[in-house]
């Protein structure tokens, strides 16, 4: 995952939407949503390139036009599942606040791994605030076996629970993480 914070400055979502479809870009489509606690609505503006894969760039207004703010890719050995599953809105912290759950893959010859993000909108950009990886395989050196990881990730308003397996063995794992306002992401309960 590659977010870039640029000053790019666009006159509306709408309008950074037809550039995107005059560009090429498909399966464009563009969400407005409370990303932070002012009452203005941010706007995610979803969609996919060829050989590129999926993007959701998060743009914000500011002083009569819109500022991109966030830009979030999943590209590796991409596929259209990859797309529906790159973001999620989700109230994480705050009622009527939702904060992005951005998946993305990546890999080597060897190991293929999905990370879970969780980002929020603080002071007029996006930040992580929160990362695991939800699943993995990769082989071990130098005995060559395989192994797996699956976790499985629970929301809560305030709190994320993290279940994991790892095989062969079966070797499971929990852990809880709650919000901190202090440090501004969650952290181990």
């Known amino acids: 995952m590659v977010l870039f914070?640029?000053?790019?400055?666009?006159?509306?979502?709408?309008?950074?939407?037809?550039?995107?479809?005059?560009?090429?870009?498909?399966?464009?489509?563009?969400?407005?949503?409370?990303?932070?606690?002012?009452?203005?609505?941010?706007?995610?503006?979803?969609?996919?390139?060829?050989?590129?894969?999926?993007?959701?760039?998060?743009?914000?207004?500011?002083?009569?036009?819109?500022?991109?703010?966030?830009?979030?890719?999943?590209?590796?050995?991409f596929v259209k599942a990859d797309g529906e599953r790159l973001l999620e809105l989700r109230e994480t912290v705050d009622v009527g606040v939702q904060d992005l759950v951005v998946r993305?893959?990546?890999?080597?010859?060897?190991?293929?791994?999905?990370?879970?993000?969780?980002?929020?909108?603080?002071?007029?950009?996006?930040?992580?605030?929160f990362t695991v990886t939800e699943q993995e395989t990769a082989m071990e050196h130098p005995s060559g076996d395989v192994y797996s990881t699956a976790a499985r990730v629970a929301f809560a308003l305030g709190r994320v629970t993290v279940e994991s397996v790892r095989q062969p063995g079966e070797r499971r794992t929990r852990a809880a993480y709650v919000w901190d306002a202090v440090r501004f992401r969650f952290s181990a309960e």
């Open 104 to 129: 993305t893959r990546s890999g080597g010859t060897e190991d293929s791994r999905t990370v879970l993000e969780i980002w929020r909108m603080r002071e007029g950009r996006m930040a992580p605030v």
């Open 5 to 77: 914070l640029l000053a790019v400055v666009v006159v509306s979502p709408e309008a950074f939407v037809e550039q995107l479809r005059r560009d090429g870009a498909v399966g464009v489509r563009v969400e407005r949503v409370q990303l932070d606690s002012d009452a203005e609505l941010e706007a995610v503006v979803r969609f996919e390139r060829e050989g590129a894969g999926a993007f959701a760039v998060v743009l914000d207004s500011a002083g009569g036009g819109w500022r991109e703010v966030g830009r979030f890719n999943t590209w590796w050995n």
